[in-house]
């Protein structure tokens, strides 16, 4: 069993390991074996609750939808916490910080092998770009 230690908000610029091990919704937090709380970035999902909030962008994929699509990325639900995280057991995913995320999160471009998973929930129909946060990246 992996201990978690305090998250901490990665500094913008850093790139940095993040082993998942659980899942909120389809856009993070994503919680780390290694510490922080990644919130993907340049991508909005659905609330759990299915709600879109004021301003940002909205997709038409449920939130719980997003979110099991993310878990399914991730190598697959290995159970839920009490507060209802969905708990995986990832490979290591290599990530860029662009600094807070808010809420205690870092937000970050992730990618699992070869695999972005901003860009893969877009493309899938999960998420939609949200330009005020995307930095400029450009998905391919």
């Given at each position: 069993m992996s201990i978690l230690i305090a998250a901490?908000?990665?500094a913008a610029g850093q790139t940095f390991t993040c082993t998942p091990v659980s899942v909120w919704d389809g856009d993070g937090p994503i919680?780390?074996?290694e510490g922080p709380k990644i919130r993907l970035a340049g991508i909005a999902a659905r609330e759990i609750d299915g709600e879109c909030r004021r301003g940002h962008p909205c997709p038409k994929a449920s939130g719980p939808a997003a979110r099991d699509h993310l878990v399914k990325l991730l190598g697959g639900s290995r159970g839920r916490t009490?507060?209802?995280?969905?708990?995986?057991?990832s490979a290591p995913m290599r990530c860029f910080s662009m600094g807070s995320g808010k809420g205690g999160r870092t937000a970050a471009w992730c990618s699992l092998g070869r695999v972005d998973l901003s860009?893969?929930?877009?493309?899938?129909g999960y998420a939609l770009r949200w330009a005020?946060?995307?930095g400029g990246r450009v998905c391919r």
């Open positions: 901490a908000i990665i919680k780390c074996s009490r507060n209802g995280h969905i708990l995986v057991r860009c893969k929930m877009v493309r899938d005020r946060y995307d």
